[in-house]
């Protein structure tokens, strides 16, 4: 993925992301000075180029007639399912039949979505239901989950906010070296240490039991709970919601949160105080992220952190349908086929979804920045993918950690031993109970990431998605990257001779067609 992307830089110029070259000049010693700023400040985004009406009508056209010509790229040894190489193909399907059988066995989760990066690219897929209440019946079509069905990403939010101000730094606006109180000097000198970055790693934290004292939550009684969703959104959401509403009687923008919370941070300095914590004990913390967002919003001059993100990467990576709090159905005007026909729903059980519209969806709009991004998964494997080469851009401009224990920067935790990024729930703790469960990891060593998520948001939900991902992972750093398989050339060069193990998978997922299809007729046996 970094490989493609660099290529695209490099195509584009030493212009990144739109900021101004640096002035030619012949004086030496200020030309290396400012090159060397300007260089600490190329570190924004790398889109690609943005398709025409034209061009997104022409792929519509030829969607369309891809069934007629399955079969003869089939004989001429081509896949053209989707553009999926075989290898790939294969080893989605494996990891979605030991999944299924994991859901559905064991109760974790209705449907789920998940993808692998390979080669630059994601490659995405959708199983199971979109309401677990019914009955799960193969030939019910209108209760599978689609590709299409937005559902909301949790902690995965926070590489896609990390790559927004990546694009504000090099734009000039907020600088991630800077201290936050240079901003906001309302915050008082305690606050003189607290960078974006150093918030981005989570060295700087707020003290989040001092806040939620304060709203009247209680983070226990979720961890004591059956239910850890509806226990959260009762102990936990709701007060948080009603405390900074300041009286009103109608729901909040997150903006508008994230505004009184910068007020009451500044009138409670003497009780909620940032905590300095070693780099290998960071752990995530939402509130602090939430005051991150509010002094960027007050240097955007009252823009809103969700309008500058959807007028800096939304709209120019054409993920549209993308969004903040509760997942809404997008209909896209370029798509030709696409007729939403309801909504997936998400889960606090595997027989408990929760309606569409609901608030209960997602956390209060305060955390909109680390918690509440939803998105199709493709459209967030999209961003993710961006996301990604951003932040190791970034890492490389600005300076990585000289350590080889796991630490978070840019929202990701980082594995030196592992050459890997990941972001993951521990089944058990955390303040982000959603109705949905996420994992992703990356490597970059071999450039094979997967990202897996869940309709269902209970500890079951969140051992199924790490699950998931390690499943993905493994299969195909261990058993096709390290032993030098190149999907690519496979797929599209019949003679080319296939491998042990590629044949294996062939054969294996061959074997799951008919299983599915044997396990589809035996389950609408009545007696």
């Known amino acids: 993925m970094f490989r493609v992307a660099k290529l695209w830089r490099q195509q584009k110029g030493s212009d990144v992301g739109g900021s101004s070259n640096a002035p030619e000049s012949a004086n030496h010693e200020g030309s290396s000075t400012t090159t060397k700023q300007t260089d600490r400040r190329k570190i924004g985004v790398s889109f690609m180029p943005v398709k025409s009406q034209q061009e997104l009508s022409d792929e519509a056209q030829a969607a369309q007639k891809a069934h007629t010509s399955q079969e003869a790229a089939k004989e001429a040894g081509i896949d053209n399912n989707n553009g999926t190489p075989p290898v790939v193909r294969s080893i989605l399907e494996m990891a979605h039949l030991m999944m299924l059988g994991h859901s559905c066995k064991l109760k974790a989760c209705p449907g789920y979505q998940g993808g692998v990066f390979y080669n630059g690219k994601p490659f995405c897929i959708a199983c199971g239901y979109r309401d677990g209440s ?11 989950m689609r590709l299409k069905d937005p559902m909301l990403y949790g902690t995965l939010t926070l590489p896609v906010t990390s790559m927004l101000l990546c694009q504000l730094h090099e734009d000039g606006v907020v600088d991630l070296e800077r201290p936050l109180v240079e901003y906001y000097p309302e915050l008082g000198d305690q606050f003189s240490r607290m960078t974006a970055r150093s918030i981005l790693k989570f060295e700087t934290v707020l003290d989040s039991s001092a806040i939620l004292r304060d709203v009247g939550a209680s983070l226990w009684k979720p961890y004591l709970a059956w239910n850890a969703c509806a226990s959260m959104q009762q102990h936990v959401y709701s007060p948080i919601n009603k405390f900074f509403a300041a009286g009103s009687t109608k729901p909040l923008t997150g903006a508008q949160q994230r505004g009184n919370f910068l007020e009451y941070i500044r009138s409670s300095a003497s009780k ?4 300095y914590v070693p780099l290998q004990k960071g752990r995530v913390c939402h509130f602090s992220v939430a005051l991150l967002m509010a002094v960027m919003e007050r240097q955007l001059g009252g823009k809103s952190f969700e309008e500058v993100m959807r007028s800096k990467i939304f709209e120019p990576s054409q993920s549209n349908a993308a969004g903040y709090g509760v997942p809404q159905v997008y209909r896209d005007p370029n798509e030709m086929f696409y007729k939403p026909i309801g909504q997936a729903l998400q889960h606090q059980g595997f027989k408990s979804p929760i309606p569409a519209g609901s608030s209960a969806n997602s956390s209060p709009a305060l955390f909109n920045g680390s918690l509440n991004l939803y ?11 961006l996301s990604l080469d951003t932040i190791h851009n ?13 630490h978070y920067d840019f929202g990701l935790l980082y594995r030196p031993e592992k050459d890997e990024y990941s972001l993951s729930r521990n089944i058990f703790s955390g303040m982000d109970f959603v109705p949905t469960s996420t994992t992703f990891r990356y490597n970059a060593e071999y450039d094979v990431g997967v990202f897996a998520l869940s309709s269902c948001g209970t500890r079951n939900g969140r051992m199924f998605s790490n699950a998931f991902s390690r499943v993905l992972q493994h299969l195909f750093l261990e058993h096709v990257s390290k032993k030098g398989i190149n999907p690519d050339e496979s797929s599209m060069d ?3 001779a296939k491998s042990e193990t590629e044949t294996k998978f062939e054969k294996i997922a061959d074997e799951a067609k008919y299983t599915n299809v044997f396990k589809r007729h035996d389950s609408h046996k009545r007696f």
Do not use: I, Q, W
């Not at 019946?137 to 209108?142: E, L, Q, S, T, V």
């Not at 970034?394 to 796991?406: H, I, M, Q, T």
């Open 134 to 144: 019914k009955p799960l019946d193969m030939d019910d079509k209108a209760n599978h």
């Open 272 to 275: 909620v105080k940032p905590n």
């Open 375 to 385: 998105a199709p998964s493709e459209e967030f494997g999209k961003l993710l993918f």
């Open 394 to 406: 970034a890492r490389s401009v600005l300076g990585k950690e000289a350590v080889n224990y796991p």
């Open 494 to 496: 019949p003679t080319v």
